[in-house]
């Protein structure tokens, strides 16, 4: 085999573009993402950097003079219109270009903002900090300003107010059930997107939150600590379960885009994890700095970027799951199940360590039907081989070399419908000739699978094609394939010499 025909599919991420902070400049303050060009602006404390992932260019657009330093403590990029929204140290409100130049100043409040949020579906800005929650319209064109009868680009909208001691740090749009997710010091608020209040997660006691997830599938909130814990509440407020693995304060959390039960985790201890919110399980780690990380995103194509105060490295996370399912057994090996008619759902079947075997839906890794650990196998033995028939739902197991267990996966768990004794298979396997011509001898049964196919053999008066569409395949210590009916015991279709060696495999997925 050359190596044109093997495909290489890399685990775990892998880094496809870095940005490193020159010495000579401050620390990185903000991050902000442009989807509709794919490019990053860096904020630190003397201006602002420019950097595209394809490119690996840099480029400086804005410095400050130096008697200006750290004007700007957050950016976010607005794609419809093609703007940034900056977030300055004297709580103002400033529009800048594509080329961030400043346009237009807005005082939102005396209060202090900690961070900000623009809601591109409603055109409208929210604030959050020490004052609450505002929500603020964006007017961008004229006509809308002479609407409103101002000549300001931005209108209170509506107010939340919240304890002194409850500032609020972050803010999150959910757009899978319309709600805004409001990260207090001890506290989720949840509010609708128009800023009506729903309800309040008391996180207390645990020390000052960072940032909280949602996990639509399972209806998780996910907080992150500066304790290095992370807990997983229900909807009505109860204390589900707590990780415990990160060494420093978890910064970010957000979930896998192709997962809806994995969950990533971000911590100034340097490393990226993820979890797994259906077993409570870490699943993967990788340290993928040098510098704590302070924030996590998705690009447009689904890469994760991650920045501390010195550098930006952007990271593929394909291939880690594409399939998940809960054994609660250890797995021997696992084998997919195809089928040739295409309404068929595909399946997988597992083999535990305890010869448990279980049918799982290739889409959904729910179970489907399951074997229970063959009660005439000693726990030193394990079964052989495993054989499915999509086509009757029938489950063959090789429990020794001249003994077939039969069982239905009609019912769960599944049910022993026959078994196909020494004396059967020994009428079967009886060899007429064997490769050199002379009388064979009684072959053993290596491996075993199913073949959903027709096979034409040579008869007396020419091919001839057997009427059965599914055969069970038998692979011999003497190196023969023999091909039999699954449903009617002892009928033998053909049998054919393939190796000297003993058949350890029959790759075929029927």
């Known amino acids: 085999m050359s190596e044109e025909d093997v ?45 595209n992932k394809d490119t690996q ?122 709600k805004l997710l409001c ?8 509010l609708t997107s128009d800023g009506d209040y729903l309800f309040t997660i008391n996180t207390a006691p645990s020390l000052p939150l960072t940032d909280c997830c949602y996990c639509s599938k399972f209806k998780y909130y996910v907080t992150a600590s500066i304790d290095s814990t992370m807990k997983v509440w229900s909807e009505q407020g109860t204390l589900l379960h707590t990780f415990n693995s990160h060494s420093k304060a978890v910064t970010s959390v957000l979930m896998h885009p192709q997962s809806e039960i994995i969950m990533i985790s971000a911590s100034l201890d340097k490393s990226v994890r993820l979890w797994n919110l259906e077993t409570f399980e870490e699943i993967y780690r990788l340290q993928v700095c040098e510098w704590g990380i302070q924030w996590v995103g998705l690009t447009r194509d689904k890469f994760l970027y991650c920045g501390t105060s010195r550098d930006l490295t952007v990271w593929s996370i394909s291939f880690i799951a594409h399939f998940y399912s809960q054994t609660r057994v250890s797995v021997s ?56 028939s999509r086509y009757y739902g029938l489950i063959f197991l090789l429990i020794d070399r001249l003994n077939i267990w039969v069982y239905t996966t009609r019912t769960d768990p599944a049910s022993r419908v026959d078994i196909w004794e020494e004396d059967i298979l020994k009428l079967m396997l009886q060899a007429t000739e064997d490769v050199s011509g002379t009388l064979g001898v009684l072959g053993s049964i290596e491996c075993l699978a ?61």
């Open 333 to 388: 090996h696992i084998r997919p199940v195809l089928h040739c008619n295409t309404k068929k759902k595909p399946r997988v079947i597992s083999v535990g360590e305890d010869s448990s075997v279980r049918l799982l839906s290739a889409e959904t890794g729910q179970s489907v039907s399951t074997i229970l650990p063959p009660p005439d196998i000693s726990p030193l033995n394990k079964i052989l081989d495993v054989g499915y």
């Open 7 to 51: 495909q290489v599919y890399q685990y775990g991420f892998q880094c496809r573009a870095s940005f490193k902070q020159s010495t000579k400049s401050s620390d990185i303050i903000s991050i902000a993402y442009s989807p509709f060009s794919g490019d990053f602006a860096l904020l630190d404390g003397a201006g602002i950097t420019h950097w």
């Open 183 to 190: 990260v207090a010091q001890k506290e989720i608020i949840l």
């Open 57 to 178: 260019i840099d480029k400086r657009l804005l410095t400050y003079s130096s008697n200006k330093k750290q004007l700007l403590k957050q950016i976010i990029f607005i794609p419809k219109y093609g703007i940034y929204f900056a977030l300055a140290k004297d709580n103002t409100l400033q529009l800048l270009n594509s080329m961030l130049q400043r346009t237009f100043v807005f005082d939102a409040d005396n209060c202090t903002i900690l961070c900000m949020l623009y809601d591109i579906r409603k055109d409208m800005i929210i604030t959050a900090g020490v004052g609450g929650l505002k929500m603020f319209r964006y007017l961008h064109h004229k006509c809308d300003r002479e609407q409103a009868g101002t000549d300001q680009y931005f209108v209170q909208y509506k107010h939340y107010p919240v304890r002194p001691s409850q500032w609020i740090t972050r803010i999150q749009l959910l757009e899978t059930n319309d």
């Open 450 to 510: 199913v073949l959903h196919s027709h096979i034409t053999v040579e008869g007396e008066e020419g091919p001839v094609t057997p009427t059965c569409v599914n055969q069970l395949v038998l692979g011999l210590q003497d190196g023969r394939l023999v091909f039999v009916d699954p449903i009617v015991k002892g009928l033998k279709y053909h049998a054919i010499a393939v190796h000297r060696d003993p058949v350890s495999c029959v790759p075929i997925n029927g």
